[in-house]
C-alpha cells in the first residue's frame, strides 16, 4: 500500500483500534508494576513510562515508548537526546533514526574488520 493510506490506518488503530487496545495493556502492565491502578487516571497520566520493568515486555516499552507516553499538553512531543553529540542541533539526528543506527553499525562492522584483519598480519 503507498505510505500515506498505511499511516492513516495506524493512526485510526492507534486512536481506536488494535494498537489502542495494545498500548494501554502494555501502559496498564506498567503502571501495575509501578504500583498505580488503572483508576488513578491523573497520576496516571503525568507518570513517565519506564522501559525497565522487569516483567518481559521491556523490549516493547522501549520501542513505543513515544506513544507510550504521549504529553500533548507539553506541545509537540519530547525533546530527544542527539545520538551524535557534536551535531546537536540538526533535526535528524536522533538514535531513532534508522539512517543513523545504519550508519553506526556499518562504521563498527567496518572498524572491526579493519582492527581483526590487521591482527591477522
Known sequence: EVVPVS???????????EVKEYLDNLK???LESSGL????????RNIEIKPNVGDGRDAERWLFSDWLND???SGGG???????????????????NPVVV????MMVGILIASV???VAH
Open 28 to 30: 496498564r502492565d506498567s
Open 37 to 44: 491502578n488503572e483508576e488513578d487516571e491523573i497520576s496516571a
Open 102 to 105: 545504519t550508519a553506526g553499525l
Open 116 to 118: 581483526t584483519e590487521r
Open 71 to 73: 504529553n500533548k499538553s
Open 7 to 17: 499511516r492513516t490506518k495506524l493512526a485510526l488503530s492507534k486512536r481506536d483500534g
Open 78 to 96: 519530547r525533546k530527544k537526546e542527539p545520538a551524535l553529540p557534536i551535531l546537536k542541533k540538526a533535526k535528524w539526528n536522533s538514535g531513532d
